[in-house]
T-cell receptor, first 117, second 111 residues
Framework: NAGVTQTPKFQVLKTGQSMTLQCAQD?????MYWYRQDPGMGLRLIYY???????DKGEVPNGYNVSRLNKREFSLRLESAAPSQTSVYFC????????????????FGPGTRLTVL | RKEVEQDPGPFNVPEGATVAFNCTYS??????FFWYRQDCRKEPKLLMS???SGNEDGRFTAQLNRASQYISLLIRDSKLSDSATYLC????????????FGKGTTLSVSS
């Protein structure tokens, strides 16, 4: 089990460039998430997908789009990168079903460190 | 007001010390509570869930006070390897079952 994998690990973009961050999980989890982490700000939710075929906005969705390609994969796209999007991006998953469960360990990928110049 | 608040620290303690972290949350509808640990430049990992009756895992004890909307983590006999950032985390259904993270408390244990 690789768990949650993310590519790339590092990326430098120029303002206005686009890119897609890839995330995949092999744990058969239903829910997947994208967070960004900035110094002094903690982890903030960008988008999430409660199940295959659904996506919803989180706390800071502006400037991003997502695709839940299948149960395994959840990608994050920056259409026109801005310096304010310089951050560490974490993808996560958990097995939460539509019925819900009280305790849910969320499993994180290793992160993508993005710098926008 | 941030939904989950923590003292950012840093807490600098010697090996063997006991240290306590506190956390408050603003949404009384919050349903589940956790402490995650994050090492420098690494992903967060679950340390322990927090139950209403309080729970212990080795040197770590977590407490929850729903009436005061307060969560705590106690670390006894601190080790050098405990140095990390500890994130207080709350699960809220209306947030799409996503986790709400505090900004974290940094612990540095020295010999």
């Amino acid at each position: 089990n690789a768990g949650v994998t993310q590519t790339p690990k590092f990326q430098v973009l120029k303002t206005g460039q686009s890119m897609t961050l890839q995330c995949a999980q092999d744990m058969n989890h239903n829910s997947m998430y994208w967070y960004r982490q900035d110094p002094g700000m903690g982890l903030r939710l960008i988008y999430y997908s409660a199940s295959e075929g659904t996506t919803d906005k989180g706390e800071v969705p502006n400037g991003y789009n997502v695709s839940r390609l299948n149960k395994r994969e959840f990608s994050l796209r920056l259409e026109s990168a801005a310096p304010s999007q310089t951050s560490v991006y974490f993808c996560a998953s958990n097995p939460l079903t539509s019925g819900g469960a009280v305790d849910n360990e969320q499993f994180f990928g290793p992160g993508t460190r993005l710098t926008v110049l | 007001r941030k939904e989950v608040e923590q003292d950012p620290g840093p807490f600098n303690v010697p090996e063997g010390a006991t240290v306590a972290f506190n956390c408050t949350y603003s949404n009384s509808a919050s349903q589940s509570f956790f402490w995650y640990r994050q090492d420098c430049r690494k992903e967060p990992k679950l340390l322990m869930s927090v139950y209403s009756s309080g729970n212990e895992d080795g040197r770590f004890t977590a407490q929850l006070n729903r009436a005061s909307q307060y969560i705590s983590l106690l670390i006894r006999d601190s080790k050098l390897s405990d140095s990390a950032t500890y994130l207080c985390v709350v699960l809220q259904r209306e947030a799409g079952t996503a986790l709400i993270f505090g900004k974290g408390t940094t612990l540095s244990v020295s010999s």
